[in-house]
């Protein structure tokens, strides 16, 4: 399996601009989860979903951020419009199962983002 | 709510040589999971290595080693014959297993640099 794959790798977009992040997962996981990173506040959990259903999105920070996976391959994570505070590098993981025996996420490369 | 310090921002270690960074946490469960994460200036965030709270066992994996001591509530990631390839940020971070939510609780990180 070629592991989490994310694109773009870097996004440089300006104020206003919508912008959409994509996420493959590794084949047959089923959970997915997307987080932020920033010097400030670290890694933060944005959201997750389970089998393609979305589980908690409380981490995600506006009405601005929208996140969908409409199969088991393939999620996204927009920002509609997106500010010059939303840089950040996102990630997106992914695992197979989350009880007993769960041995961690994988993560991908994740999305460098600047908003100009 | 659990928390996760890591205490060291920037540790430097020679090359052939053991270091060892330190974390610690705060919980009131007894179940829960921990890891400590890799990120590399590639910037993806690469597993270490596991360990179950209920196995006393500390876990390895080839250089790597845990010091898990539950009681202190400490989990400390000994790397031993250091190799450049190891200079990166390694997150602490911590999963609980009984109240319901898969977040993970990531600590600041510590930047390991290795010494030719």
């Known amino acids: 399996d070629a592991g989490v794959i994310q694109s773009p790798r870097h996004e440089v977009t300006e104020m206003g601009q919508e912008v959409t992040l994509r996420c493959k997962p590794i084949?047959?996981?089923?959970?997915l989860f997307w987080y932020r990173q920033t010097m400030m506040r670290g890694l933060e959990l944005l959201i997750y979903f389970n089998n393609n259903v979305p589980i908690d999105d409380s981490g995600m920070p506006e009405d601005r951020f929208s996140a969908k996976m409409p199969n088991a391959s393939f999620s996204t994570l927009k920002i509609q419009p997106s500010e010059p505070r939303d840089s950040a590098v996102y990630f997106c993981?992914?695992?197979f199962g989350l009880g007993k025996g769960h041995y961690g996420y994988t993560f991908g490369s994740g999305t460098r983002l600047t908003v100009v | 709510a659990q928390t996760v310090t890591q205490s060291q921002p920037e540790m430097s270690v020679q090359e052939a040589e053991t270091v060892t960074l330190s974390c610690t946490y705060d919980t009131s469960e007894s179940d829960y999971y921990l890891f400590w994460y890799k990120q590399p200036p590639s910037r993806q965030m690469i597993l270490v290595i596991r360990?179950?709270?209920?196995?006393?066992q500390n876990a390895t994996e080839n250089r790597f080693s845990v010091n898990f001591q539950k009681a202190a509530k400490s989990f400390s990631l000994k790397i031993s014959d250091s190799q450049l390839g190891d200079a990166a940020m390694y997150f602490c971070a911590y999963r609980t297993l009984t109240s319901g939510t898969y977040k993970y609780i990531f600590g600041t990180g510590t930047r390991l640099k290795v010494l030719a």
């Open positions: 084949s047959g996981h089923d959970y």
């Open positions: 993981a992914s695992s």
């Open positions: 360990q179950e709270a209920y196995k006393q």
